[in-house]
């Protein structure tokens, strides 16, 4: 399991993914499923995938060696694309062809899962960041101002704060809270989905990242956790008792 | 779609429904999905239902003709059956039979989802009420005081603001609060989840059921949803903003 959210407001992009990665609840470990690729400066290109971590790596792995897009010769790559939308198609080539690999593999043996589901972000040479949802066939959509954040994994749990919450004008470090309620939600209800969480913030104008690793230890996290907690039992009690009629009243 | 939350406290059992049922979203209706069997004062058992709408038919039609359990001849009904226990027994049976009934007629047709969950809750002659979950297969599992809820269908959405805030001990006007949050957060994620709301109460001691449905223009309803989105966004202001490292700074 996984729950990975990207959140695209007027004052810059942050994308967070837990890092709990399990095969059966009895073999569960810690994996980055938060990439970053680039330069400080230059280039911040940002992946987080849902899915099989087998055809994952495969991806990564083509996106490293170079991607040939289709009617070209020469490979291209993710640090050298001209622009976050090019970045989207390597991707997504390259998610046709880790598919095609791991399908070659398993071939007909049943209940194995390559699917893939990608959040791609960032930002090139100071210009606004975007983001993007890549669909496990390759096919992509960018995220916009009406619903400014993209979700995949396991994203119920923390899509109601969200569409509550969250618009194109929250400042950058109110989104930030957003998201990690969305998460703190999750994990409440799914142990599929745990800490450290990584987190990552672009600024328009920069394409300079910060990279944050949340730890089982963080004592802000825990604050908004239970802040959060706190808050929502005052909002219940504050709302009045229902007047709907009562069994023999 | 559907959501369906069944909570069992101390104080009592509240049991709600969503009523939109779709196939495919440019054909929506209103459809009770709780369903209430027996007579005020001696016997009130609800049967919530999320999955396929002509398995549910088929299955409250056995019902209502009556079941013959296995290695008996004379058919049971919830109308008489001594416990609430035997009426789980009775409803699961009744699972199997309409699931036989539908697949003989569907066969091999692919995509054709006949697949129901239950949640069956009530009193029996003025006993504590007792709730269970019906899996598609006719098996059953009783809500016990640890988590002190159950729900189907569309579950997720609805789940955070339960595991934050139900516990057994919570009183049942506040149960019915924390109920209807659920409801609301779902269909404000959901769109397949809507109103009208059917909600039923049972208290100990009485075998006696309050319903009521709750339709888009209850005041209390809304003004429930508006106080809640508006003491989250208070909730958020409150947190004090993360002092993770940003970018160039």
């Given at each position: 399991m996984t729950y990975c959210v990207g959140l695209l407001v007027k004052e810059g992009l942050v994308m967070m993914a837990d890092t709990r990665t399990n095969a059966?609840?009895?073999?569960?470990?810690?994996?980055?499923?938060?990439?970053?690729?680039?330069?400080?400066?230059k280039r911040i290109v940002s992946i987080a995938s849902a899915g099989s971590l087998s055809t994952t790596q495969a991806l990564i792995n083509r996106?490293?060696?170079?991607?040939?897009?289709?009617?070209?010769?020469?490979p291209e790559y993710v640090e050298?694309?001209?622009?976050?939308?090019?970045?989207?198609?390597?991707?997504?080539e390259a998610m046709v062809g880790a598919k095609k690999d791991i399908e070659?593999?398993?071939?007909?043996?049943?209940?194995?899962?390559?699917?893939?589901?990608?959040?791609?972000?960032?930002?090139?040479?100071?210009r606004a960041p975007r983001l993007f949802l890549?669909?496990?066939?390759?096919?992509?959509?960018?995220?916009?101002?009406?619903?400014?954040?993209f979700q995949i994994?396991?994203?119920?749990?923390?899509?109601?704060?969200?569409?509550?919450?969250?618009?194109y004008r929250t400042p950058l470090t109110k989104a930030m809270k957003i998201g990690l309620v969305s998460m703190n939600s999750t994990m409440r209800s799914n142990?599929?989905?745990?800490?450290?969480?990584?987190?990552?913030?672009?600024?328009p104008g920069q394409s300079t990242a910060a990279l944050t690793r949340i730890e089982e230890s963080d004592p802000y996290y825990h604050d908004l956790g239970d802040r959060w907690a706190k808050a929502l039992m005052e909002a219940l009690e504050n709302i009045p008792d229902p007047t709907y009629p009562l069994p023999g009243a």
């Amino acid at each position: 399991m996984t729950y990975c959210v990207g959140l695209l407001v007027k004052e810059g992009l942050v994308m967070m993914a837990d890092t709990r990665t399990n095969a059966g609840i009895d073999n569960i470990s810690t994996y980055r499923k938060l990439r970053v690729f680039g330069e400080d400066g230059k280039r911040i290109v940002s992946i987080a995938s849902a899915g099989s971590l087998s055809t994952t790596q495969a991806l990564i792995n083509r996106l490293k060696e170079g991607v040939v897009m289709p009617g070209k010769e020469e490979p291209e790559y993710v640090e050298t694309a001209p622009t976050m939308f090019r970045v989207a198609q390597i991707v997504g080539e390259a998610m046709v062809g880790a598919k095609k690999d791991i399908e070659a593999l398993v071939q007909e043996q049943e209940g194995v899962e390559i699917g893939v589901t990608l959040l791609v972000g960032g930002s090139i040479d100071g210009r606004a960041p975007r983001l993007f949802l890549i669909y496990g066939e390759g096919n992509f959509i960018e995220c916009g101002m009406d619903t400014p954040y993209f979700q995949i994994g396991e994203l119920k749990y923390g899509k109601p704060v969200l569409d509550r919450m969250l618009t194109y004008r929250t400042p950058l470090t109110k989104a930030m809270k957003i998201g990690l309620v969305s998460m703190n939600s999750t994990m409440r209800s799914n142990l599929g989905v745990g800490l450290p969480i990584d987190m990552l913030v672009v600024k328009p104008g920069q394409s300079t990242a910060a990279l944050t690793r949340i730890e089982e230890s963080d004592p802000y996290y825990h604050d908004l956790g239970d802040r959060w907690a706190k808050a929502l039992m005052e909002a219940l009690e504050n709302i009045p008792d229902p007047t709907y009629p009562l069994p023999g009243a």
